[in-house]
């Protein structure tokens, strides 16, 4: 005679309707809420696309963390509210003012904030430096556009041609190789592993 032991787990697929918070009352397309590996912390991933006041509402809080966490209603899964903060939050433009969004929920208020991973701070602080000097150089030239249209040195027609150039796009083959050029190839070689990039 033999004696088997089970162990069994309820799962249960949860979908909210509706995820309601700062005033906005955001649909999903898709959606997602587990427990993080401590099973103590609520994590929300949901997609939603958004337009006009409401895209500018959800910008607004995900810009302005002065109030780090708020109230979050998932309708059909709870109505009790659940004390939520931003995690990563993806955005792509999908046609004139309507934006797609990926957007992460954390329900860790009250959670001691450990060390950072030790990969979180890889390529810091030139990955945040690179970033600044990025915002601030798209800034200077739509200043630069501005002025030199205003005073008539350059037509509207050349300096829309130059705004469209400036916007982000995904790269293309070329423009990716780009990046893998080096002023010093020596450096590179890993033939040679006495040498490392500086």
């Known amino acids: ?86 995690g990563r939050c993806l955005w792509q433009e999908t046609g004139p003012g309507v934006k797609r969004h990926n957007l992460s929920l954390v329900a860790d208020e009250g959670r001691e904030v450990g060390k950072p991973h030790m990969f979180a701070l890889l390529n810091e602080p030139r990955l945040s430096r690179t970033t600044e000097a990025a915002v601030a150089n798209a800034q200077a030239l739509g200043v630069l556009l501005d002025e030199l249209e205003v005073r008539g040195v350059l037509p509207k027609e050349a300096a829309d041609k130059v705004r469209a150039a400036a916007l982000p796009h995904e790269l293309t083959a070329t423009e990716s190789r780009q990046f893998s050029g080096t002023f010093d190839l020596d450096s590179w070689d890993r033939s040679d592993q006495t040498k490392r990039p500086s």
């Open 1 to 86: 005679m033999s004696t088997y032991q089970l162990t069994l787990q309820e799962w249960e697929d949860l979908r909210a309707s509706a995820v309601v918070f700062g005033g906005l009352s955001l649909i999903p397309s898709t959606y997602r809420e587990w427990t993080d590996e401590e099973g103590e912390y609520l994590i929300l991933s949901f997609v939603t696309e958004t337009a006009g006041e409401q895209d500018q509402r959800l910008e607004e809080l995900v810009v302005d963390r002065s109030e780090r966490y708020f109230d979050v209603t998932r309708r059909g899964v709870s109505d009790t509210p659940v004390r939520m903060r931003f």
